[in-house]
């Protein structure tokens, strides 16, 4: 529990310890507890609960193996524990009410997995899941029994009982820490008081918010640029040309399968991970040190108009990295319709994975207004969320109850950059994994079916045939030529792959310069490049305020970017833009949305990501031509 | 009186939560029960509101403080 909050914390171990359940309490945070001046006796307070406390630093890995140590032996003991053990009891009259139900409860054939006190004090506060459960395993509504017990109980105290066991709960628990706990004389912390009168005024609130999330953008894309540059010339122009080496005496369909589908696809998307690290960091920064609630807290009052409390806005935010972390963490919410809808819009929160496609189009069509023309990609994706939200919400299956916002907001911490790192690396992991799987597969299949039959030229493959058939359905949005069309199915997969497959169906190959080779001055030449993105990632983040330009130079100095300026117009590259940023996000997003809400959310999902893109990049396309755009 | 309508850095005694058994089980484990002593931090007009108890900063939306009735102490 967190030992600066004990009252709190304690709730919840009172109702654990009714449940009769072995454990060790570690009371984390200590050393923040220990320099805001409070004072605890351990053993007058293990004596008190009857459970062994042990104090933790989890950031600083301190008292942990203690902890895990008395959690093995407790699991160990398998000793039953039973109220007397805990000796945390409720006032006389109570108690007395209570074994009574227990006696009654005694002739019931019950399901023996279930303390009897346990069940008699969920029984007499009127717990409706409890009955339910019960009912159903028993056949059989036995509250009834409990009637007498509540009764006499709501009489003495003049109250329902719920509000009398959560009043007693809190008194037994003032009881200890009154004789436990010395509080520190002033324990108000200055720090937190005084920037939360700023952060959370409700002029200054929502204008330092988007200017929080400008600076984490022109952050993200300055810091990452020169890395972006590096992993792909490290990719393309090193690994490239050294695996190129090695397979020059094999079969050509071989070296093709490798260079072209494998190095070339996998090789582009992988270039993005800079990109990736440095959003997941800024997202892990702003979780960890507590202004992710404070925005919650702030934008309350807008997520109220699209039937939403503010704490649904913390997954969409999250959305930002990747959607499927940010669908698992709609279980925050304590309304089941909350958590769908908020569910159903967080695809259209711009995640990492689409970057890479507005890097490519924004560095061949856009490359003055490049960060604004990205900036404006995730700012629609939020507009397309509210008007959809705005459409959903007052539609029976999301009809939401209004659900209140109720948040704690903790104080502010400075996190430690071992918790940032480790955030950051689990998410890249994950995409990493990505790359190593789904997209690499995507890019096999999608070499075959643009090289089969073989010796055909892409043109002929079967993919084209298929794209063709289907292309002039997209004829309206702009974007119906069929390598475009057959590039959107690999972003069904992982939008990840939406890059590597337009290079595919362009027939970009990769030019390898012949030049003499030398292992070792290549690999100088790459360590030399790293120092200097290293540099350059510094002097981009912090030395100007407007967000610069990062240019991939095997896209922009290349075929690709000529083989790009064939197929797109500017115009139809925003609209392609726009498709993407609006549809299905991959196909692990709607794998989690199935597992965590079902088929029926999951194919209306389908349905929403795949007509919403349509109409929108539709509308943008033509009503672009009317106003002279090509 | 209703705890949207206490104002900023008034401490306050709740009387009474109105509304049912999932509202009051999720305000008591946060340390919001009949009884509990609370400060007003932050009570603007319109959005939702921020009561200190226990040393802990607590969000709390309009909606639900009209239902949390308070005494001033």
Known sequence: MDSTNLERNLYLTLLLMEMEKPMVIALNM???????GYKIDLDKFRKYLGVDVVPTVATKDKGLKELIDKAIKVAKSKKQYRKMEYRLLFDKFIENEIDGLVEKLKKEELPNKYPLRWLAIKLIEKDEYVIQILKKEIGKDISPLAKEHIMAIEERFDDDTET??????YGIINGILKDVLKKPKNYNIPFTEKLDKIVTNKYLGLPIFFALMYIVFKLTFDGSGPFIDWVDGFINGYIGKYVGLAFSSAPHWIKSLVID???GGVGLVLSFVPLMMFIYFFLALLEESGYMSRAAFVLDKIMHSIGLN?????????????NVPAIYATRALENEKDRKLTAVLVPFMSCGARL?????FTSVFFVKYQASIVLLMYVLGIIVAIGVGLLLKNTKPFETAKSPLLLELP?????SAKMLFSSTWIRTRSFLKKAGSIILLAMVVLWAVINLPSGSSPDNSYLAKAAKTVAPIFAPTGFDRWQTVASILPGVIAKESVVGALGQTLGVEEKSEKEKASFIEDSREQILGLTRAVIDSFKNMFGSLTPGVFEIE????STFSQKIKSVFTPLSAFSYMVFMLLFIPCIV?????????GWGLMFFEIGLLTVIPYIVSTVIYQGGRLLGFH | MPLSMASRDKLLEIVSIVGGRNIKQRLSALGLYPGSVIKMVTNDFGGPLIVEVNNSKIAIGRGMAQKILVNEI
Do not use: H, V, W
């Open chain 1, 261 to 263: 589908g494998i190095i």
């Open chain 1, 411 to 415: 104080p502010y911490r400075i996190p």
């Open chain 1, 30 to 36: 200590f050393d923040e507890f220990e320099k805001s």
């Open chain 1, 164 to 169: 009398i066991l959560t009043e007693a709960r």
């Open chain 1, 356 to 360: 890479p496609i507005y890097a490519l």
């Open chain 1, 310 to 322: 503010g704490k649904s806005f913390i997954p969409m935010i999250l959305g930002f990295g990747c």
């Open chain 1, 589 to 597: 997003t709607l794998a989690a949305i199935k597992q965590e809400f």
């Open chain 1, 554 to 557: 095997s896209i922009s100095n």
